[in-house]
């Protein structure tokens, strides 16, 4: 538990001197100095020297360890993924960061991933703790394994996190997309320091996140949280997950993108749409319109549901016009209830997948050492 806490306090503060360390963690002198050794031993933390800038000034401080060791991350997504590096920071080496079309096959996929890793891991200055894995899809949580995946049908019955180990022997741990976007937002963005909040990712799939004074509701197996596959048009478009009109069919940057798509007569992605609406090229109304709508459906049932503090919105479109966010929140105000919207943010995430890959085996890494709570 002492481990646990003065990690959480050079994460918040650090790079800090063990005196501050002391005062900011309330833990003894004493015990403070054996805690640091036994960090400074498993290379979960560093000390460094740094300039005197005034008279006493200490001339060693503490740091989560980033030039010693890394930590790779991997994102999963239906059309291209990612697998990069950091250090315990959570400081991205956009250096290192690998982008490449998700293969079709699962074999093909794992194949690629491991071909990234093992040239990350190769870096003979670092040596790496673990891997993260953002996947979306329905994953049972104690099984580490992807039951299905609408948007990522290869993965279904799949256990990525651990073939990984198996293929590179390093400790690998998988999160559903929208749990690591709530790590990168609490770890990263707007929501630290907070213990009730939600988090809806409206990119490929539709996907929520929510945390309950500190703890993540996944439910029974880690399966909660599909709000995108509750059916707001019953004669609706056809959903990966086989039945049709799921607010994920009407509510995301790919619903968006196909829609638009169909409108204008060619193939067109929601970064090349964003980039069109906001040189003044396209203007797609009534598409913007019908998927605000929607989503304020979604908005407001987990308002409504969950009572959060703060609700987060991770979405691409939302860049191509800058009433758009505005909107949207006008939209679930009206129809949540106002008693709770009253006391609910509706915020921009910050925080990116790749982020929640890092934030997430790190969040895995430094709770080993005792639990805690997010806020």
């Known amino acids: 538990m002492n481990e646990r806490r003065i990690l959480e306090v050079i994460q918040n503060h650090g790079p800090i001197s063990r005196a501050e360390v002391r ?13 640091v050794a036994s960090l400074l031993k498993a290379r979960l933390l560093e000390e460094c020297d740094v300039p005197a800038t005034a ?7 503490l740091r989560l360890a980033s030039e010693s060791v890394q930590v790779l991350g991997v994102v999963v997504g239906a059309i291209r993924s990612w697998v990069l590096s950091a250090g315990l920071d959570g400081q991205l080496h956009e250096e290192t960061m690998h982008e490449f079309p998700t293969p079709g096959t699962y074999a093909g996929l794992l194949d690629a991933i491991v071909e990234r890793a093992e040239a990350l891991r190769a870096r003979k200055d670092r040596k790496t703790l673990g891997i993260g894995i953002s996947i979306p899809g329905l994953l049972n949580r104690r099984e580490q394994r992807t039951l299905i995946s609408p948007n990522l049908h290869q993965t279904d019955g799949h256990t990525l996190g651990i073939d990984l180990t198996q293929r590179t022997g390093l400790e690998t741990m998988l999160f559903q997309e929208s749990y690591a976007l709530c790590l990168a937002e609490w770890t990263y963005g707007n929501a630290k320091g907070l213990s009730n909040f939600a988090m809806i990712d409206v990119s490929e799939g539709l996907g929520l996140g929510v945390f309950s004074g500190g703890q993540h509701i996944g439910g029974h197996s880690g399966l909660g949280g599909e709000l995108g596959h509750i059916t707001v048009h019953p004669q ?4 990966g997950c086989g039945n049709r009109g799921c607010l994920e069919t009407e509510a995301t940057d790919r619903a968006l993108a196909a829609a638009i798509s169909r409108s204008v007569g060619e193939t067109l992605s929601i970064e090349e749409i964003v980039r069109r609406v906001r040189d003044g090229v396209l203007q797609p109304t009534a598409e913007f319109n019908e998927m605000l709508e929607y989503l304020s459906i979604g908005l407001a049932a987990v308002v409504n ?6 609700l987060f919105v991770h979405g691409r479109f939302l860049d191509a016009n800058d009433g758009l966010f505005s909107h949207l929140v006008e939209l679930t105000k009206r129809r949540a209830l106002a008693p709770t919207m009253a006391e609910c943010q509706i915020i921009r995430a910050r925080g990116s997948k790749r982020q929640g890959a890092i934030a997430g085996i790190i969040h895995h890494l430094t709770s080993a050492r005792g639990p805690a709570l997010l806020g």
């Open 23 to 35: 005062e900011l963690s309330g833990i003894s002198a004493p015990t403070v100095s054996k805690t």
């Open 55 to 61: 008279p006493g000034r200490p001339s060693k401080i």
């Open 236 to 239: 609706g478009k056809l959903c």
């Open 305 to 310: 549901l969950f009572n959060p503090s703060h």
